[in-house]
């Protein structure tokens, strides 16, 4: 409208405009604005871009000087992130100030819920967020909300607000995170829960929540060069977001849970009651269409991930074949990964180069213009001086199969594996195993075979395992007598391609 408002649903019903703290006004205002920076950015076009920053302009009367909506801050965060894009490219500094005022603002007074069943941990205003300690509530608001604090801390330099996100993030992925990525255990407010609470077939894990996990890395990857944030985002890119959408890209997940076990929602074969489970096989679309989308510009602005420069330094964050150019430096990438970890990279006019040891790696060889390279390593990165123009650097990683335990505060996962290769998670489905998938052994040094399947156009892994031998016997004083079997495994992110089966991560 005139006064830069930009929303169609409120443009029909005006005298609701900014009254319910629920109504995703401001949300909704964060997404076009990083759509039309980002249409700017491809083409140049700036018409999108202008009515963009009306309505970042029209947002800050309306919020920082006339104080006219019924509410301070956003009742699902994303505008934060948002308007620090906007500022980046229109140096705009009352965008930059806006984000920092519903920052700055959240959690110190009295605001109203969004919903009268959500409380103040839904919404992140339990605290002031310096003051936050843990991931708390809805788990896409959460991550969005870490990410323009995070965002606010590399732009004032507020290292009290570093700190806060380091907590947090710590709290994330040492407590409340998926093997895959995805956070967010339950779909009551679809939100964090409690430490160490990760149930698998009841998970949640909503595609944007492991979306926004990746913007929230990779923005402290910005405030501290660790590979431990880069790492978040792999894992998030190859598992948690990635199940996200079916192989064909036609259909997609809101909710990947780690396990699927169609029998639950079989059960009610005596009423009509239903239980709620996760949906077992993709959609094409959603009444909430938050994910799809969102997959779709995730994977759009990947190229976004692989490389940073600071000090001189290159800096390697993510192993995808591509080509950089800034200024006078070029590198140009080529790899297979995640299929081996086996990388090459040219580079012209770098001198020195920091590249991520991923954390399951065991061992990596690395060679400049085929010499064996001294490298430093520090924090994860292995950092490794360059005399020459042109150079290249052949990395070798170790990408074994591997196994790995859950701590056994997780409840679900005690006693169960799980199985990666490089930074894949796998995990193994009915259609491809005609024996339970519970009660599977592992030998430690397990064999395995990693063969392409046409089908899924994946690697996928054949092991050697012990299942107990089939009884008729319900119960049983005799101990198990084990079998040699032969698993199937596939990347999680392929489960649900072929139809309704069982599914598990962890085995
Ligand atoms: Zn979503």
Not at 9 to 25: M, V
Not at 101 to 119: A, H, M, Q, S
Not at 362 to 385: R, S
Request: net charge negative; charged share 25%; with cysteine.
């Amino acid at each position: 409208s005139e006064d830069g408002y930009f929303n169609s649903h409120f443009l029909r019903k005006p005298e609701e405009r900014w009254k319910n703290r629920e109504d995703h006004e401001l949300y909704c205002a964060g997404h076009l604005m990083e759509a039309a920076v980002e249409y700017y950015k491809a083409t140049g076009k700036d018409k999108f871009l202008k009515l963009m920053q009306d309505y970042a302009d029209y947002i800050y009367k309306v919020f920082v000087i006339e104080d006219l909506a019924a509410f301070k801050t956003p009742g699902h965060e994303e505008i934060e992130l948002a308007l620090v894009k906007l500022y980046d490219v229109t140096e705009n500094k009352k965008y930059l100030e806006l984000s920092k005022y519903f920052i700055d603002t959240r959690g110190t007074i009295e605001e109203p819920y969004i919903l009268e069943k959500y409380n103040h941990y839904n919404i992140q205003d339990h605290l002031p967020v310096r003051q936050q300690k843990t991931a708390e509530g809805h788990s896409v608001r959460a991550s969005y909300l870490y990410s323009g604090m995070a965002d606010i801390a590399v732009k004032y330099n507020d290292t009290e607000l570093f700190e806060a996100c380091k907590t947090i993030f710590s709290n994330i992925v040492n407590k409340r995170m998926y093997i895959t990525g995805g956070t967010g255990s339950s779909h009551l407010g679809e939100a964090f829960t409690l430490d160490y609470d990760l149930p698998n077939s009841k998970g949640y894990a909503e595609t944007c929540a492991a979306i926004a996990l990746a913007f929230f890395a990779q923005r402290m990857l910005l405030l501290e060069k660790n590979s431990v944030y880069a790492d978040t985002v792999e894992r998030v890119m190859y598992n948690g977001m990635l199940s996200g959408i079916s192989l064909d890209g036609k259909a997609f997940f809101y909710e990947n849970p780690l396990e699927i076990q169609p029998v639950l929602n079989k059960r009610n074969v005596s009423t009509t009651f239903t239980e709620r489970n996760p949906i077992t096989q993709r959609k094409e679309v959603f009444s909430c269409s938050c994910c799809p989308p969102n997959v779709i510009r995730f994977i759009g602005a990947i190229n976004g991930y692989i490389y940073s420069y600071e000090q001189d330094i290159l800096f390697i964050n993510q192993y995808i074949s591509s080509e950089m150019l800034y200024e006078n430096i070029q590198a140009d990438m080529k790899t297979d990964f995640p299929s081996s970890g086996n990388v090459s990279i040219k580079t012209k006019n770098i001198n020195q180069i920091a590249i991520r040891k991923p954390y399951w790696c065991t061992d990596v060889d690395i060679k400049v213009n085929g010499n064996d390279a001294i490298y430093t390593l520090e924090k994860g990165y292995m950092y490794l001086g360059l005399t020459e123009t042109n150079n290249t650097i052949d990395i070798k990683m170790d990408m074994p199969v591997r196994l790995v335990r859950s701590n056994p505060k997780v409840h679900e996962d005690s006693k169960k594996t799980a199985v990666m290769r490089g930074p894949i998670v796998y995990c193994a489905e009915g259609i491809d195993n005609d024996f339970p998938l519970n009660q599977i052994l592992f030998n430690e040094k397990c064999e395995y075979k990693v063969n392409k399947s046409n089908d899924l156009d994946a690697d996928i892994l054949k092991l050697r395992v012990k299942i107990p031998k089939e009884s008729d016997e319900l119960y049983t004083f005799k101990p198990f007598e084990y079998i040699d079997k032969e698993l199937t495994l596939i990347p999680f992110y392929c489960f649900a391609n072929r139809g309704e089966t069982e599914m598990r991560v962890w085995l």
